[in-house]
């Protein structure tokens, strides 16, 4: 069989621990016989930054926006415990934080779907995809303790004159008082993002917030939402048949729990913090759960919404074999390849990324899968069996040769 050609190189996004072997794996009985892979290699793992002093991040992420296309491996983001562990220099920031930053993106993500693994809500029948502003509001908020008898004020220093707003006496008690903030060119980026996503899905998207009381701080959402709606995307989503749609937070999270699935919902910050993890856990697990970057100039990082797995890595590393669910992994690189294909216009390699796709979602519906999904699986008539993960990945690659 000749090896699928790419013409544009796909930004490989190495990292950590458990999913570090998985993603070797994945290229090795996956990709490699069926592709001739071409990648632009940066390694973020925690000992690759701590070499480069980070250096190698911002690499990544400028050839993300260089290539359009990228595809990452979970990666450890440093806390004290890690400082010791990997003897470093200095608490890296976030891989995540750092390209999000640099794009400037939104991150989608969207579980991925199997028969005999049914979400905890009954009714849906299709994905739902969640989108979360990451800048600002709480995130970047400061507070502060007013003692009874003080006074907190809101002021806004302008051409040297202050405008101030009276936030809270507290003349009878004392209590707290909190200061956030926003941008309008990181709300815009966002609703562009999410508009851009929505018409390369096809899907609805739907937009909430709290504007009835936040009637300046929301709405300002709404509006900026609205404006780009109007004057960039509306035609584009007429054509496309999809809508936009906004609506109050309360009113989306009951129609959200009503609803088939099949569409795209944006949420602010601290609403998208709170509901992706909920929506991750109704919809089975986070193994299953897939993530895209995308930034508003069209630009993609996909990958799986999980971490490195540290409990299997330690398992891996005695020679224990541990089972680690591959599939978000696989998906981010499908995800990737597909995404590089239709701007490359190499319909081969889109449809090797579908049938990889389908060739997954097969063994798992056939019986075929990992420790934490033979726990979950139901489905009349199959008789789920736990493979380890270089099993699930040699079924799913005969599986694939079939296909294709
Ligand atoms: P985690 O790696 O997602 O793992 C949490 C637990 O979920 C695992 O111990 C495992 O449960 C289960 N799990 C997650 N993915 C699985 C898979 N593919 N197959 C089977 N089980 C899976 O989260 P964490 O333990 O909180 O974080 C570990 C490291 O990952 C941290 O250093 C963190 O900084 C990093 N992290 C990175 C990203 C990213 O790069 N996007 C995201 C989150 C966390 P059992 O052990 O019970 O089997
Ligand atoms: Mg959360």
């Given at each position: 069989?000749?090896?699928?050609?790419?013409?544009?190189?796909?930004?490989?996004?190495?990292?950590?621990?458990?999913?570090?072997?998985?993603?070797?794996?994945?290229?090795?009985?996956?990709?490699?016989?069926?592709?001739?892979?071409?990648?632009?290699?940066?390694?973020?793992?925690?000992?690759?930054?701590?070499?480069?002093?980070?250096?190698?991040?911002?690499?990544?992420?400028?050839?993300?926006?260089?290539?359009?296309?990228?595809?990452?491996?979970?990666?450890?983001?440093?806390?004290?415990?890690?400082?010791?562990?990997?003897?470093?220099?200095?608490?890296?920031?976030?891989p995540n934080g750092t390209i999000r930053a640099a794009l400037d993106g939104t991150v989608f993500r969207e579980p991925i779907m199997v028969d005999g693994i049914s979400p905890l809500v009954s009714g849906w029948t299709s994905p739902i995809v969640i989108a979360r502003h990451a800048y600002g509001d709480v995130y970047k908020d400061v507070e502060a303790v007013c003692p009874k008898g003080s006074k907190a004020e809101l002021v806004i220093t302008a051409d040297g004159k202050e405008s101030r707003v009276l936030i809270c006496d507290y003349n009878k008690c004392?209590?707290?008082?909190?200061?956030?903030?926003?941008?309008?060119?990181?709300?815009?980026?966002?609703?562009?993002?999410?508009?851009?996503?929505?018409?390369?899905?096809?899907?609805?998207?739907?937009?909430?917030?709290?504007?009835?009381?936040?009637?300046?701080?929301?709405?300002?959402?709404?509006?900026?939402?609205?404006?780009?709606?109007?004057?960039?995307?509306?035609?584009?989503?007429?054509?496309?048949?999809?809508?936009?749609?906004?609506?109050?937070?309360?009113?989306?999270?009951?129609?959200?729990?009503?609803?088939?699935?099949?569409?795209?919902?944006?949420?602010?910050?601290?609403?998208?913090?709170?509901?992706?993890?909920?929506?991750?856990?109704?919809?089975?697990?986070?193994?299953?759960?897939?993530?895209?970057?995308?930034?508003?100039?069209?630009?993609?990082?996909?990958?799986?919404?999980?971490?490195?797995?540290?409990?299997?890595?330690?398992?891996?590393?005695?020679?224990?074999?541990?089972?680690?669910?591959?599939?978000?992994?696989?998906?981010?690189?499908?995800?990737?390849?597909?995404?590089?294909?239709?701007?490359?216009?190499?319909?081969?390699?889109?449809?090797?990324?579908?049938?990889?796709?389908?060739?997954?979602?097969?063994?798992?519906?056939?019986?075929?899968?990992?420790?934490?999904?033979?726990?979950?699986?139901?489905?009349?008539?199959?008789?789920?069996?736990?493979?380890?993960?270089?099993?699930?990945?040699?079924?799913?690659?005969?599986?694939?040769?079939?296909?294709?």
């Amino acid at each position: 069989m000749d090896k699928i050609k790419m013409i544009t190189p796909i930004v490989e996004i190495d990292g950590d621990e458990m999913t570090r072997v998985v993603w070797q794996w994945i290229k090795d009985i996956l990709i490699y016989p069926f592709v001739d892979l071409k990648s632009e290699y940066y390694d973020l793992s925690l000992v690759n930054r701590e070499a480069t002093s980070d250096q190698v991040t911002k690499d990544a992420a400028a050839a993300i926006d260089r290539l359009g296309v990228g595809v990452k491996c979970a990666t450890i983001t440093p806390n004290a415990q890690r400082m010791t562990e990997y003897s470093l220099t200095k608490m890296w920031k976030s891989p995540n934080g750092t390209i999000r930053a640099a794009l400037d993106g939104t991150v989608f993500r969207e579980p991925i779907m199997v028969d005999g693994i049914s979400p905890l809500v009954s009714g849906w029948t299709s994905p739902i995809v969640i989108a979360r502003h990451a800048y600002g509001d709480v995130y970047k908020d400061v507070e502060a303790v007013c003692p009874k008898g003080s006074k907190a004020e809101l002021v806004i220093t302008a051409d040297g004159k202050e405008s101030r707003v009276l936030i809270c006496d507290y003349n009878k008690c004392g209590g707290v008082v909190l200061g956030m903030h926003n941008l309008d060119d990181s709300i815009r980026s966002f609703a562009k993002s999410c508009f851009n996503y929505a018409l390369n899905k096809k899907l609805d998207l739907w937009f909430s917030s709290k504007d009835t009381i936040s009637a300046t701080y929301d709405h300002r959402f709404k509006d900026i939402f609205q404006e780009e709606f109007d004057t960039n995307y509306k035609s584009a989503f007429e054509e496309a048949g999809i809508t936009y749609f906004y609506t109050l937070i309360d009113d989306a999270v009951a129609r959200v729990m009503r609803s088939k699935g099949g569409f795209i919902w944006a949420c602010k910050n601290y609403d998208g913090d709170v509901m992706s993890d909920m929506l991750a856990t109704a919809f089975g697990s986070l193994a299953m759960m897939t993530s895209v970057l995308v930034s508003p100039t069209g630009k993609y990082e996909f990958e799986a919404a999980h971490g490195t797995v540290t409990r299997h890595y330690y398992r891996h590393l005695k020679g224990e074999s541990t089972g680690t669910n591959p599939i978000a992994t696989i998906f981010a690189w499908t995800g990737g390849l597909k995404k590089r294909g239709e701007l490359d216009g190499t319909p081969d390699l889109v449809r090797y990324a579908d049938l990889l796709e389908k060739a997954t979602i097969q063994t798992v519906e056939s019986g075929y899968m990992t420790g934490d999904l033979k726990s979950i699986f139901k489905k009349e008539g199959v008789e789920p069996h736990a493979l380890t993960t270089t099993e699930f990945l040699q079924k799913i690659a005969d599986a694939l040769k079939q296909a294709l």
